[in-house]
């Protein structure tokens, strides 16, 4: 049994490391966004894409480990009481890293997030300016939403049997 909560701190270590990696790249988003690099921008984005899926692992593994734990819905703040006596400490270690990692990531996700949605704004004030549409009005010419069932025009059909 010590070895599926061995098992459990190394998930929540493996948290960690994914909230730190997350942050840097929050970071790294903000100062990218702050120098108007969208190239940075996008290849960040795409690695936090990647961190995404490897979260979705982590989450995978957390749902095999809390049931064979006895842990399913338990709040992580009470995960560390039902540890061997021998290990509490150690799980109180981990879930206040993983809070602490996750204050970190919440504070430098928020910072890059209000830049992002004021350059946005800032986009669309332009484009407004410039005489396109209102963010959220409609589209200009070839943006409009098609009714259903309308088919392509003859030129844009293909005849699979050539």
């Known amino acids: 049994m010590d070895e599926l909560y061995r098992s459990y701190l190394n998930f929540l270590r493996s948290m960690c490391r994914g909230l730190e990696s997350l942050t840097e790249l929050n970071v790294k988003k903000l100062a990218a966004a702050q120098q108007d690099d969208l190239m940075g ?3 960040l984005l795409n690695q936090e894409q990647a961190q995404a899926l ?3 692992g982590l989450e995978l593994t957390r749902d095999k480990l809390l049931p064979r734990l006895g842990l399913e819905g338990v709040a992580m703040s009470e995960v560390p009481g039902r540890f061997p006596p021998a290990m509490q400490e150690e799980a109180r270690q981990a879930v206040a890293e993983v809070k602490g990692r996750y204050a970190a990531y919440r504070q430098a996700a928020g910072k890059t997030r209000a830049l992002l949605e004021q350059n946005l704004h800032e986009v669309d ?9 209102p963010a959220g009005g409609p589209g200009g010419p070839g ?6 069932g309308s088919a392509p025009p003859p030129s844009m059909k293909t005849d699979f049997r050539a």
């Open 41 to 43: 921008l996008n290849e």
């Open 54 to 56: 490897n979260f979705r």
């Open 143 to 148: 943006y409009g939403r098609e009714p259903e």
């Open 125 to 133: 004030s332009i484009v407004v300016r410039l005489g396109g549409p």
